[in-house]
Every structure is written in structure tokens, then in C-alpha cells.
């Protein structure tokens, strides 16, 4: 018997009255999406359109089977479904805002109508880290580069070849990028460019990386080579394992490189300036962090993740996510890959960009929040900003900066990754914060 609003994205609102003494409150407004990242292991036959999710319980934290766990952002769900249910919590007029699309590009939050809204302080649940309060977040763009394939006759008598990018970690690419992980996709551009100077061979496809907004743990390439240059191929391979599990070292010591058998009959292949071009853009295009804050210590500025690498049926794309918390220099990369795409003949596409939420020195629900922690637990929770995209940039613009806003959530860890996991005592203090 609550008041619903589901909009054309998708979007729903649930409005539900004060509680007894709080009628006349202002309203409050909790927020958080209700889509999840689909990433799972390889040998995992897993529909994320029709399979639940297998929960896994060890010890203090929920794990998923294999797949990604969905906790970033069913949390924030959870609770506010929790609130709405409930007969015995106080609180004032509340309306639980659960977007749609975040994780692809904030679609639902870009689509909503702030009208449908009265509230003016809203509580984003989409943090991972309890005890830290999140007051500014960065802004961002995606780019995809799209290169032209020409292609030519595959060569007689060549050995079909598959080298394959596994074991890394991977990872959120604003959470996880300071980290230092390695990147498939950039990893096989150095190895292709390495060997495309030492083997006569000839590219058929390379794919890595399945979400813009994940850094990539594995990558496939597809060769034809010389049967003769095999061997020489395996030991380059036995070589770029020496000197990525050095670079990698306490990092991604995970990696692996494998060489196997491509029996598969193939008829054409990338020609060598379109095999050039691809080593080119997967050489230069900027991957990992770009700036650290000067203002926030240990904060990462600006970035950019390569995240999809994929192989279609007349051009190879190139999905990136561009973050930065100053407007000015996520123009600046984004100018990169435009001069990118002039030098090695490819098109650029912009989409998905967002806006940065600046941090607001007077916000009166921070100052609830902090007070509420230390009385809770008698310490001041941390204040601080974030790497990657929330919806807060896109909510203050759309009430034109006159709302109050605050995130936070309980701890998640690995989200975005088949090892994310959640912790249950952690969840259990969040909510008792959050009442």
C-alpha cells in the first residue's frame, strides 16, 4: 500500500509517509541501482538472464559460485526494501529511489525526472568501504575506437595458433585501478608487437576484456604462423612470462600465457597494416592511472581503462572508461583518443559521459552522518572521495546542485570480479548506521 513511480527507464520510486512525531519531517531520499556487473569464470556455465545467483557462505562473508556476487548495488536495495517493510523503525517521509543502468553508463539516473522527487537530501548505499564517507566522486566518458579491418587471403600451409592472457586479477576500474593490476588487453599489445617484428605471421582475431568498466583479466589471439616458427613463438611466450610475472610481482603473480592448437579453417586474415594499426592503438592508447590528486592524498585523479578488446565482422573496437574528478582533464584524454583515431585511421565514438560530484564544504547531512558514527562507535568515520562514477554527480545536476548529498555502504570487496564477496557483520553495523 505504497505510492510507486516507474518511469520510461525503468527507473522505480517508492514513497512511503513519516512515522509517528516525524510526519512533517523533510524527506529523505535513499538511493542505489538495481543492475550488477555479469562477469564469471570461463569453465562456468552461468545465464546471468535466467540462472540465480549460487550464494556461498564461509565464515563472515558471502561469496558467490564463480560469478559475481551482485552485492554492488542489491545492498542498497535490500535496505531500503527494509525500511519500507518495516513497522517498528522511525523515520521520516522516505523515497527509495533504485535506478536502472548504472553500471552501463548511469542510463536510468540520466533519464530521471527529478520532479518526481521532493526530498533534498539523499543517501547513496553504493560505497564498499564502512567507516569511510564518500563526498566527491570523478566524472567520466567512455571512447570506443573503432579500426577498419582489411583483409586479405590467409596464407597455405600456416598452423592455426591461439595465445591466450589468463590469471590476472581484474578488478573495478576506478576502485581497483590504483592497484596496479595488469591488463590483458595492453599486455597483448606488447606481446604482438614483439611478435610481429620476429615471425612471419598473420593475425585472425584478438578479443579480451568482456566490460568497459572492468579491468581485463584475460585475452585471446588468434594467429596463423609459419609451422617452422612455432617453436620460436613458444619460446617468446616462455619469455613474456619471465618478464610479466617480474613486473607483476606481488601484484598479478596469476598470469599465465598458453599456447595451444587452432584447428578451425580459416580464409582470411587482418592485413599487415591493419595487424600495424592494431599494435599501434593497443601501444598507445593511455591505460591505468594517468594523475593522482594533489588535494586528496592517495587519491587517483584521472585514468582510463582499456576494457573491451573485440573482434567484429569489419573492424576491431576498443571500449574505454575515462574517469577524472577534474572535468578539464577527462576532456584532455578524450582529446588523446580523438588524435588516436586520426593517426591510425580509425573512428572514435564518445557516449555514457557523466559528471563529477564536487565536494560541498557545508553539507549538513555529512555533519549527521559523522556525528552519528562517533556516537555509534566513538571515532570519526573517514571522510573522502572516490575514483569512480556514482549517480551523486548526475543528482546534483539534475536538482542544479540544491541538494545535500552522502555515500556510503558496508564492505564489499573484489566487486566486479567472480571473487567479489561481501561481509555479513559488516552489512549487520551498516544497517544499524544507517537506521
Known sequence: NLEVIQDKALNVIIKKAGTAGYENSAPVILQGHMDMVPEKEDDVDHDFFADPIAFIVKDDFVYADK???????????????????????????????VTTSEETGMDGAFALDASLLSGRR????????????????????????????????????????????????GGHSGMEIDKQRGSANKIMGRILFDLESALDLAVVAVDGGSKHNAIPRSATLSLLVKPADEPILAEKLTKWTEILLNELQGVDEGIKLVQSPNEQKVSRVFSKATTHRLVEILSIVPTGVINMSMAIPGLVQTSNNLGVLRTEADQVTFENTIRSSVRSQKVEVANQMSL????????????SEYPEWEYNPTSELRDVFM???E????????????????????????????????????????VHTPQEHMSISSVERTWDYLK
Not at 572521495?385 to 556510503?408: N, P, R, V, W
Open 340 to 351: 588516436i583515431a586520426e593517426a591510425t585511421g580509425a573512428l572514435v565514438e564518445f557516449a
Open 67 to 97: 560469478t559475481t556476487l551482485g552485492a554492488d548495488n542489491g545492498i542498497a536495495v535490500s535496505y531500503g526494501l527494509a525500511i519500507l517493510a518495516s513497522d517498528s523503525i522511525a523515520h521520516p517521509p522516505l523515497e527509495l529511489l
Open 375 to 414: 556516537e555509534l562507535y566513538g571515532a570519526k568515520p573517514e571522510i573522502s572521495a572516490i575514483h569512480a562514477g556514482l549517480e551523486c554527480g548526475l543528482f546534483s545536476e539534475k536538482f542544479d546542485g540544491k541538494i545535500d548529498l552522502i555515500s556510503f555502504g558496508p564492505n564489499l570487496y573484489d
Open 122 to 169: 539523499l543517501i547513496n548505499i553504493d560505497s564498499e568501504e564502512e567507516g569511510k564517507l564518500l563526498v566527491s566522486c570523478a566524472g567520466g566518458i567512455g571512447a570506443t575506437l573503432k579500426l577498419p579491418i582489411e583483409w586479405e587471403a590467409a596464407p597455405v600451409g600456416y598452423h592455426g595458433v591461439d595465445v591466450k592472457i589468463d590469471g590476472l586479477s
Open 371 to 373: 556525528a552519528a558514527y
